[in-house]
């Protein structure tokens, strides 16, 4: 467990769910206070927990990001977790589909990471989770990994503007998880395929070396880690937790 989160405050978007539950959980239990945000308030209030808080927000929208950020207080670690995934041939994305998958995985971190860092008080962590899908190309998912490319762009540069600064950004790149965003993958494949869904889920674990789904409690050790005084001098880096090369 990761030393000095006791009086650490972490916002963490995308919290009412999956790895950003997961997230909070694991935050909380290390002993920070704990703020998670997202759009579906009803969500946010199944992980309240004692250390852990919601505030409604939309990341997309640059005036709720400056509240959401008002609401939860100085952020000493800010993990920009928010995101969405679709998926269809780049023939049949419309510009209304793209527009979608950059503005909540690409345009939502630029806006959390502005906001986190403007207010962050001397030192502080600055974390995405990405994709390995934003370490190399997928079939079928042009605009996801278009935005999720754009985040580790968008930390590697961040990295660099504060590394004379106790202030260190990096992605985590996970491969497909063992969550409800997979699901709906899952039944998304079997809808347009017909497969049976061992079969549908399988084509997934396949895309792993380890062949096998990931579980988001690998992504939250990995955030932990980061925080902890032994990852001081890792910067600016996209972290993949895919079993493998990408």
């Known amino acids: 467990m990761p030393e000095g989160l006791e009086g650490r405050r972490v916002l963490i978007t995308g919290g009412g769910s999956g790895v950003g539950a997961d997230l909070a959980r694991g935050f909380a ?8 945000a997202g759009r579906r308030l009803s969500a ?12 409604q927000a939309d990341v997309t929208d640059e005036a709720s990001v400056a509240a959401m950020f008002a609401a939860a207080g100085p952020c000493d670690i800010v993990i920009a977790n928010a995101g969405a995934a679709d998926s269809a041939p780049l023939g049949r994305v419309s510009l209304a589909d793209w527009n979608a998958m950059i503005a909540v995985n690409l345009t ?36 996801y990994a278009a935005a999720k490319h754009g985040v580790v762009g968008l930390v590697r540069a961040v990295g660099e503007e504060v590394a004379r600064r106790d202030i260190t950004v990096n992605a985590i790149c996970p491969g497909y998880l063992d969550t409800e965003m997979t699901d709906r993958t899952v039944a998304n494949i079997m809808q347009k ?17 380890q062949r096998r789904l990931f579980q988001p409690y690998e992504v939250t050790s990995m955030a932990l880690w980061l925080c902890s005084d032994a990852a001081r001098g890792v910067n600016g880096q996209a972290m993949a937790i895919a079993g493998g090369a990408p």
Do not use: C, N, W
């Not at 290390?30 to 998670?36: L, Q």
């Not at 946010?44 to 505030?55: D, K, Q, Y």
């Not at 939502?108 to 190309?137: C, E, K, N, Y």
């Open 29 to 36: 239990a290390a002993g920070a206070e704990v703020v998670i």
């Open 44 to 55: 946010l209030e199944t992980i309240v927990a004692p250390g852990v808080r919601a505030v």
């Open 108 to 143: 939502g971190t630029f806006l959390t990471f502005r906001d986190g860092l403007r207010q962050m008080p001397g030192s502080g962590r600055l974390i995405a989770v990405a994709s390995v899908a934003g370490l190399r190309g997928y079939p079928y998912i042009a605009a």
């Open 193 to 209: 395929t017909g497969k049976p869904e061992a079969e549908a889920r399988g084509v997934l674990e396949a895309a792993s070396p």
